[in-house]
């Protein structure tokens, strides 16, 4: 039997209308908790967070207990509670991963908002429903909570609280992320936001949630952050060595693809190429300008940071890769022609630079826009 919400308290609001999506009697939130040989913590989380759901939240929900390959009594655990809690279900996966476990538990699922949060229940539970609340009004199209912000409360240990904070610096540096919590295990997104980033999000591990983040903010939709109450396990059995490691792969790939133009995003929400198109058009004028009084490479470098500060400023939308990339590709674009036409003018120097600028252009490299295409059809 589906779980009634119970009637709001004297004095409190009404509880909003479930959104137009919600299929009458069905889940209006799924929240998967994805599991990996948590046979101590599995049952007491799972049934407080079901006790805080059935008392707080005023709509019909589910929690799904993604369990990724555990070789301990986690299965066992996990179908027992499913077969005595209505609104708690079991899925098992062959394979390990968080980032495959969240996939195959939100692919499945027909709830008109999706969610994850850690099984030791790190955060605190009361920021679920606000949390939540943005994507069921429609306001924001994913919502993260966030440790990072003068209105969160965390306790843990000096090493875990320095290593958040250089990977979240190391994202605004490398990617220009705007979010400021990429590893909060505390998220949630729009079941129609879930189906076109999903078929784009490549990695299965840690790394998930911020390749997911990024591809979302780089598509244009809206992601609204919670501050949290967090309290570290001091139980927790995350490798930080080899999280890190395959954290930072994640990042050189995804900043590789910026860099390049070929980050796959959603078609239908992302941004234009207008800030790359702008850019390109603004550097071979100011080039142009700046030739006559410097040498070919240094008016390139001269211009061509006048107008990623420009773009930077009014655009907020070309990463630090994507000027390397450029500074390297029209460098390179200089010499060449150069070598190739030793006393080239200055239209010679300014279609080479057209040339690179085409190279560098989202979309504009046929063969590997096909590829994207076809891995999100």
Same mark, same amino acid.
């Given at each position: 039997m589906k779980h009634s919400p119970s009637a709001p308290s004297a004095g409190s609001s009404p509880a909003p209308a479930p959104p137009p999506s919600a299929h009458p009697g069905e889940p209006v939130l799924d929240l998967a908790v994805p599991v990996f040989n948590e046979e101590t913590d599995l049952e007491p989380s799972v049934r407080r967070l079901h006790a805080h759901l059935r008392e707080t939240f005023p709509y019909p929900f589910r929690i799904t207990v993604a369990d990724n390959a555990s070789t301990d009594a986690t299965p066992l655990i996990a179908a027992r509670l499913a077969g005595e809690l209505p609104e708690v279900e079991w899925l098992r996966l062959a394979e390990k991963?968080?980032?495959?476990?969240?996939?195959?538990?939100?692919?499945?699922?027909?709830?008109?908002?999706? $969610?994850?949060?850690?099984?030791?229940?790190?955060?605190?539970?009361?920021?679920?429903?606000?949390?939540?609340a943005p994507l069921l009004s429609g306001h924001s199209d994913l919502a993260i909570g966030t440790r990072l912000t003068a209105g969160s409360r965390v306790v843990r240990g000096p090493r875990r609280?320095?290593?958040? #904070?250089?990977?979240?610096?190391?994202?605004?540096?490398?990617?220009?992320? +705007?979010?400021?919590?990429? =590893?909060c295990g505390f998220k949630a997104v729009r079941r129609d936001a879930a189906e076109r980033l999903l078929p784009l999000v490549r990695d299965t591990g840690w790394f998930f949630d911020t390749e997911l983040l990024v591809i979302a903010e780089r598509s244009g939709l809206r992601i609204h952050e919670v501050p949290v109450d967090w309290v570290d396990d001091p139980d927790s059995r995350v490798a930080l060595l080899s999280t890190a490691l395959a954290d930072l792969r994640g990042v050189? +790939?995804?900043?590789?693809?910026?860099?390049?133009?070929?980050?796959?995003?959603?078609?239908?929400?992302?941004?234009? #190429?207008?800030?790359?198109?702008?850019?390109?058009?603004?550097?071979?004028?100011?080039?142009?300008?700046?030739?006559?009084?410097?040498?070919? =490479?240094?008016?390139?470098?001269? $211009?061509?940071?006048?107008?990623? /500060?420009?773009? =930077? /400023?009014?655009?907020?939308?070309?990463?630090?890769?994507?000027?390397?990339?450029?500074?390297?590709?029209t460098a390179g674009a200089l010499a060449v022609a150069g070598h190739?036409?030793?006393?080239?003018?200055? #239209?010679?120097?300014?279609? $080479?630079?057209?040339? $690179?600028?085409?190279?560098?252009?989202?979309?504009?490299?046929p063969l590997r826009r096909h590829r994207t295409e076809s891995a999100t059809s």
């Open positions: 991963g968080r980032g495959r476990a969240l996939r195959a538990a939100w692919s499945r699922s027909r709830a008109p908002v999706l $969610a994850y949060l850690d099984v030791d229940l790190s955060t605190g539970l009361a920021a679920l429903l606000p949390l939540v609280e320095f290593v958040s #904070r250089c990977y979240n610096v190391l994202l605004r540096c490398t990617l220009s992320v +705007r979010f400021s919590d990429a =590893q050189a +790939r995804v900043g590789w693809a910026l860099a390049r133009g070929t980050l796959p995003t959603d078609r239908r929400a992302r941004r234009s #190429r207008t800030p790359a198109v702008l850019t390109a058009l603004a550097h071979l004028p100011l080039y142009a300008a700046v030739r006559p009084a410097a040498p070919a =490479q240094t008016a390139n470098s001269l $211009a061509l940071l006048t107008c990623w /500060t420009l773009a =930077q /400023t009014t655009l907020g939308a070309l990463p630090p890769p994507a000027l390397a990339a450029r500074l390297a590709v190739t036409v030793p006393a080239a003018g200055l #239209r010679a120097e300014l279609a $080479a630079l057209a040339a $690179a600028h085409l190279a560098l252009v989202p979309g504009l490299l």
